[in-house]
C-alpha cells in the first residue's frame, strides 16, 4: 500500500515507518526535515511545515492508501485533514491518546467501551474533542477514519510526569530527590514502540478498522512506578532515591501537574487489547520494561546527557518538595529507610 505520515520521526511513528517498510509498502514521510531521525532509505521524504498551506494542500493530490496522524493537537489540524485527505484515501489514522479516558476510572481494566472525559488535562480534552469530529466525518462518508489510542509508548525517552525524563535522569545521576506521586505502588503501563509498531501498520486497510477506535498498549500487565524507577536508575547505574508525596499536595505546589498526574498517571489501571488483536491480530510485547528502559539510558547518553542544561527554577522546586516532604518523616511522619512514605 501507499503510506503517508505525517510526522514520522518521533518516538513512536519512527518505529512505525520502520516496519512499514519491513512488510513491504511503499512509505511517505511529510515532515520538517529536522529531527535526525534515521529512517529506511527507501522512504520518500516530502520535506514541509505544517503551516505551510500549500505544501499541506499538495499531500492530498497524492491519493494515498493510508495516511498517518501523528502531529495533530487542535481541531483545526483535523478539520484541514478532512479537506485535504476527503475522497483521497482509503483511512486516515488519528493518533489519539489513552488519556482521553474517563478520569477519574470507575474500574481498573481499561477497554475502548469505557467513555472518554477528561476533566483534569486540556490536551486529552482536545483530543476527544478531535476524535468526536472525525467519526462525524467518517459517518458522514467524507473520510475513512481509524482512531489510535497510545498510552505510554516509549522509544529514546525516559518516562516524565511532574518533571521530564531527562530532569529526573539529571537528578538520579546527580543524586538529588526524585519526587513520585502517592506510594509509589500504583501501576502504569509502559510500551516500547517497536512492539507498538506491529499491531498498529496490521490495521492498514482492514475494513474492520474503519470506523474505530482502538488502544495499542501491553497486554494486561503493567508496572509499580516504584519499580519503573527503580529500572531507570539501574539502567543509568544510580541509585534513586525517591520521595513519595501525595497526589493533591503535588497539585497544590503547581496546579499545571493536575494535567499528567490527576488527568492521567495518578491511576492504577491496566489496558484490555482485545478489541485491536481482533483486528490486527495478536501480538506480544517483545521489549520488557526493564529492556526498554536500558535502550533509553543508551540514547540519553550518546545524544543528551552531555547537552542537558538544568532548569533552575524547576530544579528549585522540586528540591523544595523533597525538603519539605521529608521534614515531615523527621517530625514523626512515617518512614522506610532513606525514603519518607506519604499514602494517597
Known amino acids: 500500500m501507499k503510506v503517508l505520515y505525517v510526522g514520522g520521526t518521533g518516538e513512536i511513528s519512527t518505529a512505525c515507518v520502520w516496519r512499514s517498510t ?16 534515521p529512517l529506511p532509505p527507501e522512504v520518500r521524504r516530502i520535506t514541509g511545515d505544517l503551516d505551510d498551506a500549500a505544501a499541506y494542500a499538495a499531500l492530498g493530490e497524492g ?28 483511512q486516515y489514522i488519528f493518533i489519539s ?4 479516558y474517563r478520569k477519574p476510572p470507575r474500574q481498573y481494566v481499561i ?20 476524535e468526536a469530529y472525525l467519526v462525524r466525518q467518517h459517518a458522514s462518508g467524507r473520510l475513512p477514519v481509524t482512531i489510535v489510542r497510545p498510552s505510554h509508548t516509549h522509544r529514546t525517552r525516559f518516562p516524565g510526569g511532574i518533571a521530564g525524563g531527562d530532569d529526573w535522569a539529571w537528578r538520579m545521576l546527580s543524586g538529588r530527590p526524585v519526587i513520585l506521586h ?48 527503580a529500572a531507570m536508575g539501574r539502567a543509568l547505574g544510580a541509585q534513586p532515591r525517591i520521595v513519595h508525596v501525595p497526589t493533591e499536595t503535588l497539585v497544590q505546589y503547581n496546579s499545571a501537574w493536575a494535567g499528567p498526574l490527576l488527568g492521567d498517571k495518578a491511576w492504577p489501571v491496566i489496558f484490555d487489547n482485545s478489541k485491536v488483536m481482533s483486528v490486527a491480530g495478536r501480538f506480544e510485547c517483545e521489549v520488557s520494561m526493564e529492556d526498554g528502559l536500558r535502550r533509553a539510558a543508551e540514547q540519553y547518553f550518546k545524544h543528551r546527557a552531555a547537552a542537558y542544561k538544568p532548569d533552575a527554577a524547576r530544579h528549585a522546586l522540586l528540591d523544595r518538595i523533597a525538603a ?16 519518607v512514605i506519604h499514602r494517597l
Not at 511503499?26 to 529531527?35: D, I, K, M, T
Not at 483545526?76 to 476527503?86: K, L, W
Not at 491518546?97 to 482521553?100: D, F, K, M, V
Request: with cysteine; charged share 20%.
Open 22 to 37: 519491513e512488510v513491504g509498502h511503499e512509505v511517505h514521510v511529510f515532515n520538517r526535515g529536522r529531527a535526525g531521525e
Open 63 to 90: 491519493c494515498y492508501d493510508v495516511v498517518c496522524q501523528f502531529v495533530a493537537y487542535d481541531l483545526a489540524r483535523v478539520e484541514r485533514d478532512a479537506r485535504v485527505f476527503g475522497g483521497r484515501c482509503g
Open 97 to 100: 491518546t489513552a488519556s482521553a
Open 111 to 130: 477497554t475502548e467501551a469505557v467513555p472518554l472525559g477528561n476533566p483534569f488535562w486540556l490536551y486529552s480534552q482536545a483530543k476527544a474533542d478531535m
Open 182 to 229: 502517592g506510594d509509589g505502588t500504583s501501576l502504569w503501563t509502559l510500551t516500547y514502540s517497536t512492539d507498538f509498531a506491529v499491531p498498529f501498520v496490521n490495521l492498514f486497510g482492514k475494513p474492520a478498522a474503519r470506523g474505530e477506535a482502538f488502544h495499542i498498549t501491553r497486554h494486561l500487565e503493567a508496572h509499580m512506578w516504584n519499580d519503573i524507577m
Open 324 to 339: 519539605e516532604q521529608e521534614a515531615l518523616g523527621r517530625n514523626g511522619g512515617p518512614t522506610d529507610g532513606n525514603v
